[in-house]
């Protein structure tokens, strides 16, 4: 029997199962990042009931949990309207975070939910979807063999973080 992987759209009583989520998978990827692997400033910035709020008024920003059968395995955010390079925010989707528990790794989870994102782009009329991607790691191969192209140098916008740790790719698929 094969699993099924529902995107379940965030809502407020899922909030602590989003920030539990968001950061065990977050501190399995990038301790290496940090300090002493002391990851508390991107938590306090992404995954607490504070940010969430916030988050939510914000007309743009979408919040999913990824789930398999009765587990939730990971999230997604995704800012629907962004202005990227030449693209307007009519024309650009941005893939903020997708993060998946290590023990989900490796089991297909990141080509559905790049297909999730992409139904979603298409359905806003989207050109291209943009996401980041660490320099280092496995992340980056898989985004290349899921058709995203390397567009511009960035680095993680947190002073604590390794200098050495924090280049990143500004990465586009045209869609």
Known sequence: MESTIQFTLL????????????????????????????TATYIENSFTEKVLLQEEKDQDTVLYLIKIDAAYVGLL????????????????LYLDKIYILN?????????????????????????????????KGLALPFYQKSGFKIVANTQ???KNVIETEKPMYLLKKMI
């Not at 602590?16 to 002391?38: C, F, M, R, V």
């Not at 800012?79 to 024309?91: G, I, P």
């Not at 297909?108 to 991607?133: D, M, T, W």
């Open 11 to 38: 809502e407020p009583e899922l909030y602590n199962i989003y920030i539990e989520i968001g950061s065990k998978a977050y501190n399995q990827h990038y301790t290496h990042l940090w300090p002493n692997g002391d």
């Open 77 to 92: 955010k995704i800012t629907l309207h962004k202005q990227l390079q030449e693209y307007s925010k009519a024309d650009a």
């Open 103 to 135: 023990e989900y790794s490796g089991h297909g989870i990141g080509s559905k939910s790049l297909q999730f994102v992409e139904k979603i782009a298409h359905s806003h009329a989207k050109k291209a979807i943009f996401l980041e991607s660490m320099q």
């Open 156 to 158: 993680v916008p947190f």
